[in-house]
């Protein structure tokens, strides 16, 4: 099967833009998850879509944002850009939602605001 | 919410030595455990998880180990090899309807040297 894929790879926005990133998750996988990494807070939980609905979110503002499709695709929007947004954006799919799912993870958007 | 402590943040070793990495969670109700490998550049690789039924898991140079009394986990790997190079993360998730959501550790640096 392939694997989670994410596009863009890479970003460049200015601050007060928006971005959309998108994720399509391994065929049959149902729920998408939306992570942040950054070198000083890590990797951060942002939310997790499952059949089309947010089943869970992070401490975020709400200038993050997402949705998943029908056919399991989500994006993920950040409205207002600052420049603390530049971050490596992963998402990660699994079969269905609740804890003790695997969950695989796309090579990442890296976002670079300026 | 839960919170993960990893220690230590980096981890130097001589190739063939064994490498272990340690956890402490804080909500007791976390049952879900996976340790992730990330290479630079690379997205997060799922390398070994464990639930809270069990105490350990074995998957040939890899071994994981809960203690949910302590409520601590630990990754270890014998023999190490220059590939094994790379950041490691362990990671939390609790069983309730939330869904998928993990809580990472910091990250532990793994350099095995020649």
């Known amino acids: 099967k392939a694997g989670v894929t994410q596009t863009p790879r890479y970003l460049i926005k200015t601050r007060g833009q928006q971005v959309t990133l998108s994720c399509s998750p391994i065929?049959?996988?149902?729920?998408v998850s939306w992570y942040q990494q950054t070198p000083g807070q890590g990797l951060q939980f942002l939310f997790e879509?499952?059949?089309?609905?947010?089943?869970n979110k992070g401490n975020f503002p709400g200038r993050f944002s997402g949705r998943q499709f029908s056919n399991s695709r989500s994006e993920m929007n950040v409205s207002t850009l600052e420049l603390g947004d530049s971050a490596l954006y992963l998402c990660a799919s699994s079969t269905t939602s609740g804890a003790g799912y695997e969950q695989y993870f796309g090579p990442g958007t890296r976002l670079t605001v300026t | 919410g839960e919170n993960v402590e990893q220690h230590p943040s980096t981890l130097s070793v001589q190739e063939g030595d064994s490498a272990v990495i340690k956890c402490t969670y804080s909500d007791s109700a976390s049952n879900y455990f996976p340790w992730y490998k990330q290479e630079l550049g690379k997205r997060p690789q799922l390398i070994i998880d464990i639930r809270s039924n069990v105490g350990e898991k074995k998957d040939q140079r890899i071994a994981v180990t809960l203690n949910k009394t302590a409520k601590h986990f630990s990754l270890h790997i014998t023999e190490t090899q220059p590939e094994d190079s790379a950041v490691y993360f362990c990671a939390a998730s609790i069983d309730h309807n939330a869904g998928n959501m993990l809580t990472f550790g910091g990250g532990t640096r793994l350099m095995v040297k020649p």
């Open positions: 879509y499952f059949s089309e609905t947010q089943r």
């Open positions: 065929s049959g996988h149902r729920s």
